[in-house]
């Protein structure tokens, strides 16, 4: 399906969203899910996940073009209309879950650190009625936020640079390359949470106004969220050494609340409030890929699921409310992203090659 | 019941149209005038059967100048063509419509017929035009560059800039809005630079205006703006000449309002909100450096009163024990929560405002000194607020008025109030989120379908020009948003006329 060219975005826009639908929470706390495996090797781990998603976006790139289309497109013309509004039906199901997943991490990060005893729905309504209010705006608001929030990613990637010297030990990291490589792919498989966001080219692809230039940017886009993480992993493991990694849920944050200025103490209550911005981002285009791709198969105005998407949403938060459910959802969510995008797309490639060469 | 309704309204849309107010069919338009006062019908010569007969409202003419080229001429016995030939006026017609008679008396015409029976008409113009003069501006002044501003008059107007831009390519299309006040609105472009979307859009847009009255460009401007709900100006009011004839030449629209001091620019960027003219009469450092000073000035007075309360109501550990001695020390009497006494300064300040700005001048300072000094010394003794506080609020309020446009600085007051409120729940979050909003909201927003916001979508020239000001030579082209059909500017492309010395040879 073809969009309006009032709608399309420049190519270049496609780096922003990528970048910002795949820097979110995760940035916070990664490390110590990818520690598990590959301890301090992990960062190698990060490097071998970021190459793996490179070809996956090549991938979809090489198959969206042929279907001229988004994965809705792909999937009608494989499975036919009705099979494949299923298969479609889940992937933005996908889009909608990890949406709350973001949220409801975000809220707890919140309540953890700075509001104890705060409800969570009070948060995800406000966040929820801000991310309705970008999404109304159309696509176009929705890449804008995008651009806004890649400009903080970037300050968030030069704070990776903060290293009091009496805090860092180098030998923590040393030496290169102790673990197996089995242990290095199983630690790149965990890095699949924090690394998704993506597959979002499945439903942004028909916005672009030159998706062969487009292509570029999204490999730039992962290159520099690949780049992101493996610094990240590298200083945080400067800091905390692989046991004590594995009792550190939001390291990052740890690590920040050693800044101190004249003016300021708790230097990260800002920037976990400034968090909001990436956490909006990624909210709102998980919501608007899931609520377009939901109006596509029903046919409905995209308002109505994107508010019945919404409410769930909300209901969902309300349920997750301690660590230990959370935690299984995330762990869930990740394990969904694994399957759809390591495993299903790669098949569905190889498919929809198949039988576009048989149907020519 | 509504279809009853909805029929009703529709049959007096249909009356309006159908008989305006001011009845044209009516071809005695003597007897109609005559009902006001003002209208004056004479004879010139005291036999009724002899020429001239002269009508004109005496409140609309130039009396010296009906008495000096026109009254003498009705003595002679001359037909209308050749009286025609004779008065040294140029702006003369001859007509028997009633519906022109009419139109042109009313806007300072002196209608001269042979005779009462006749309806064949000379028409002159011997309208008053004598307007204020032109004078500083007052809400844009500067201390450098041009001190003129514009008056209420439209033609003056246009006059001024097409003084300052002598080109064949500087378009005017004057058309009318309001159906009683007919007010004379004149769209300004350079043709060749313009865009021709723009420019329709613009045209078609005042074309739909339906009012009764125009009374200011500020009316137009709110019927003609992209989202009419917006705090923001889309359209921006200047009165300075030299900031209309920079937009005219960018391949900007200028609307010129009869009547309003205001010129209208569009379609504009957030950007524009925060460029003096001045910027553009010192050195390119100094502009930059008064342009940041402006930036920040419109971020402090948005968030420094928000984070004040979220500080003090929520994250007092965010602040240096050291810093924090000295606010709790002035904080310790005060026995309201920090939302209050914010409230209570920032709506004083408001009541300041507000009051020494209906004011004459002189009442207007007297005011300022009693409220500003007297109730701002004594409310930090009487211990309502914090000194500190007393600091923040005054440096919140200077720099909400840093802002070159007026228009502008108005939003900026009052979209405070939303994040203070946002502070007082959820502290620094509540802040945060006010403040993506608002972001939000300027992504939204389009000027003439635009966008508003100016640094989305990327465009490499805006920052060369808009947000940064560099030097002359290296703006070399218009603005991109704007979509001009001629990209580069004329340069003059030396950059150091100086002589060289020995170390560049």
Known sequence: MQVNIRHQISPYFLFFIIVGAQTGVGILGFHRIIAKHAGYDAWISVLIAGAIIQDIVLLMFQMLSAARGDIIDVHS????NKVGSIFSAIIMIYFWLAAVSVLREYIEIIQVWMFPTLPTWILSILILVLSYY?????????????????IYTILLFFNHFYLPNNYIHIDNIFPILDHSFIDLLKSAKETS???????????????????????KYAQLGVAFT??????????????????????????????????????????????????????????????????????????????????????????????????????????????????????????????????????? | ??????????????????????????????????????????????????????????????????????????????????????????????????????????????????????????????????????????????????????????????????????????????????????????????NSIANKDNVETVLQRIDDVQYDHISDSSYLASMIEDNTNSLFPQIIPTERNDRTIAALTEGKIVIVVDGSPDVLIAPITLAESIVAMEDYYVPWLIANYLRLIRLFGLFVSIIISPAYIAVLTYHYELIPAKLLDSLVASRAAVPFPPIIEVLILEISVEFIKESSLRLPTKIGTTLGIVGGIVIGQAIVEAKL????????????????????????????????????????????????????????????????????????????????????????????????????????????????PGPASDFDE
């Open chain 1, 77 to 80: 013309q494989i499975y036919g």
């Open chain 1, 134 to 150: 970008i999404i109304s705006g159309g696509f176009r608001v929705v890449a804008g936020i995008c651009f806004v929030s890649v």
């Open chain 1, 193 to 215: 949470y924090s690394m998704a966001g993506f597959e979002i080219i499945l439903m942004v692809y028909p916005f672009l106004k030159d998706p062969e230039t487009s292509k």
């Open chain 1, 226 to 360: 690949t780049l992101f993480y493996t610094v990240g992993a590298i200083t945080t493991f400067l800091f905390i050494s692989e046991k004590q990694i594995q009792t550190t849920i939001w390291a990052r944050i740890n690590i920040n609340a050693l800044a101190k200025f004249s003016f300021v103490e708790r230097f990260e209550y800002i920037l976990l409030s400034l968090y909001l911005i990436k956490i909006v981002t990624i909210i709102t285009l998980m919501l608007w890929a899931s609520s377009r791709g939901i109006k596509l198969i029903s046919k409905k105005k995209q308002k109505i699921p994107l508010i019945v998407l919404m409410v769930l949403s909300i209901a969902i938060c309300q349920i997750l409310d301690n660590r230990y459910i959370l935690n299984s959802f995330l762990e869930m969510i990740a394990k969904f992203s694994v399957g759809l995008f390591y495993v299903y797309i790669p098949i569905l490639w190889l498919a929809f090659n198949l039988i576009k060469k048989r149907t020519i």
């Open chain 2, 1 to 190: 019941m509504f279809k009853k309704r909805r029929e009703k309204i529709a049959e007096e849309k249909k009356k309006i149209d159908e008989h305006p107010k001011t009845n044209v069919d009516a071809t005695n338009w003597v007897e109609e005038f005559s009902l006001s006062n003002d209208f004056v019908n004479d004879h010139t010569s005291s036999n009724l059967a002899e020429p001239f007969c002269i009508s004109y409202f005496r409140t609309l003419i130039m009396g010296e100048i009906l008495h000096r080229d026109v009254v003498p001429y009705l003595s002679a016995q001359l037909s209308i063509k050749e009286l025609k030939n004779t008065i040294p006026i140029q702006q003369i017609e001859v007509t028997s419509d009633a519906k022109v008679i009419k139109e042109k008396l009313l806007q300072g015409f002196a209608a001269i017929r042979l005779s009462d029976k006749h309806t064949e008409c000379l028409l002159v113009n011997v309208a008053n035009y004598k307007f204020r003069d032109i004078s500083f501006p007052m809400m844009e002044s500067t201390a450098l560059g041009p001190q003129a501003g514009y008056v209420e008059e439209i033609d003056t107007n246009i006059n001024m800039i097409r003084k300052h831009l002598p080109s064949s390519d500087l378009h005017v299309k004057e058309m009318k809005v309001g159906k009683l006040s007919s007010t004379k609105v004149a769209v300004i472009f350079m």
């Open chain 2, 385 to 496: 607020t914090s000194s500190i506080l007393i600091i923040l609020i005054g440096l919140s309020t200077l720099a909400s008025y840093t802002s070159a446009i007026y228009k502008f600085n108005n939003s900026v007051r009052l979209i405070k109030y939303p994040i203070i409120v946002m502070a007082q729940f959820l502290g620094l979050i509540g802040i945060v989120i006010g403040l993506n909003f608002l972001l939000a909201h300027l992504l939204r927003l389009t000027s003439l379908g635009r966008p508003y916001i100016g640094f989305y979508p990327f465009r490499k020239n805006i920052f060369k020009d808009m947000w940064i000001r560099l030097p002359f030579s290296m703006q070399k082209e218009n603005p991109d948003n704007l979509r001009p059909q001629t990209k580069q500017k004329y340069l003059y492309d030396v950059k150091n």
